[in-house]
């Protein structure tokens, strides 16, 4: 594949063009159909509540002829392997979850030996933010990734909260963002050697009400997840740590990305929701990937099940000590 800013701009105009990508799933599946509007692609929609006018009600329903360049699942978790055949039976090229991807890693490689000519894609936007290039050429002494809420578990009571329906709590939602940060990063796999994963529920349904910051509260639903999660490892002498969090007692919002560098300034950004770009961007680099970047993506994603997949719950809260911030 040449790269998208190598390509020949007529070329790339009419590649684009003809283009058909299905979103499955509008919620925040709305994010993408704006997305590959603006770069052009042919959107079709599939969401089984009929209220949201999506073109099909479900995956099946689309009609054989439509070749599927690629497949966005934007559904709950527990229903991201069964669009992803769905799709794989339509031949759908490119397939690309949301995290956490499936339900564990041997899910996701045994969906890839059943159809081995779609491509599986984990959602990783954060790996596309424009930070990247005041990194680049530079040799990373330390890095700590902070995604701390003050208060937004994302609908207490709700799927995300279940844990038979979101297969666990924050070390599904926010730490997968937070891995994918860190193997951008160094460019490299973060789970090689040893590492620490540890997850903890803090709150029962009863201690909590109606006032996070995101998603809808539901009082006679289920909450037996984790929502405080921290990961640590160390990649050729480079700590990694990654903290998150749904609700924790401080002050204010932490979602900052600090980079110790050996040499030079250090960086800290200071992040909020991931920009529209990045979302283009990324499914640009998915859509017209050559093997190479694919089997590239193929190691984080994988790495990336590998480590929620061990996940342990601790019995007592997550220390702030463990992580100065």
Wanted: hydrophobic fraction near 35%; charged fraction near 25%.
């Amino acid at each position: 594949m040449m790269l998208l800013q190598e390509m020949n701009f007529t070329n790339l105009q009419k590649v684009t063009m003809h283009k058909t990508v299905c979103i499955v799933g509008l919620g925040i599946g709305k994010l993408y159909v704006d997305a590959c509007t603006r770069i052009g692609w042919r959107v079709i929609t599939v969401d089984q509540n009929p209220n949201v006018s999506a073109d099909y009600l479900s995956v099946d329903d689309i009609p054989h002829d439509i070749c599927i360049d690629m497949g966005i699942i934007c559904t709950p978790n527990h229903t991201h392997q069964v669009v992803a055949r769905q799709l794989g039976y339509k031949h759908a090229i490119n397939i690309v979850v949301e995290k956490p991807g499936f339900r564990c890693l041997g899910e996701w490689l045994g969906f890839q030996q059943q159809y081995p000519k779609s491509r599986l894609w984990m959602v990783k936007n954060n790996q596309f933010r424009t930070l990247y290039k005041d990194l680049h050429d530079k040799e990373i002494e330390k890095i700590q990734l902070f995604w701390l809420n003050k208060n937004r578990i994302p609908g207490a009571g709700s799927w995300f909260t279940d844990k038979a329906k979101a297969f666990g709590g924050v070390s599904r939602d926010l730490m997968p963002h937070l891995l994918s940060v860190a193997q951008r990063s160094l460019g490299c796999r973060i789970a090689e050697t040893d590492f620490l994963a540890q997850c903890y529920q803090q709150y029962d349904m009863f201690e909590l009400k109606n006032d996070s910051t995101y998603g809808n509260y539901n009082a006679s639903g289920i909450y037996d997840v984790d929502d405080c999660a921290y990961f640590s490892s160390k990649v050729n002498d480079t700590p990694i740590e990654c903290f998150a969090s749904w609700k924790l007692d401080i002050d204010t919002d932490v979602i900052e990305w600090r980079f110790k560098m050996k040499n030079g300034p250090n960086l800290t950004f200071g992040v909020g929701l991931c920009p529209e770009d990045a979302y283009e961007a990324m499914l640009q680099e998915y859509m017209f990937a050559t093997e190479e970047t694919y089997q590239q993506h193929q190691r984080y994603d994988e790495e990336i099940h590998y480590i929620i997949d061990r996940f342990e719950t601790t019995e007592s809260a997550i220390s702030n000590t463990k992580v100065s911030i």
